[in-house]
């Protein structure tokens, strides 16, 4: 059950929040980040028993592709001087 909870990094301008039990290892968030701060985990497992995604939440800008490309909506993104999630389709 604990993979279905959300695991969060955060920074003064972005948190990045991630649900391990809905993440299917697919490697597409890692694919589409500008800034490659996504890469496979060594210690956390996503719903198949994968490797789940780590950040560098350093290098994030906030941009929200990850979220946007996640196909099971396993990721969250919010910008901090707004504390809202950041604009996407999926949420609008």
């Not at 972005?14 to 697919?26: H, P, R």
Request: include cysteine.
């Amino acid at each position: 059950m604990k993979n279905f909870r959300p695991h969060s990094k955060e920074n003064k301008k972005v948190k990045y929040t991630q649900f391990l039990g809905l993440c299917k290892s697919c490697g597409i968030c890692i694919e589409k980040c500008p800034t490659k701060c996504l890469k496979n985990s060594d210690d956390k497992y996503g719903y198949y028993g994968l490797p789940g995604v780590d950040i560098d939440i350093d290098k994030c800008i906030a941009c929200g592709l990850c979220e946007r490309s996640c196909p099971e909506q396993a990721i969250i993104i919010e910008k901090k001087e707004t504390g809202k999630p950041v604009k996407t389709d999926k949420n609008r």
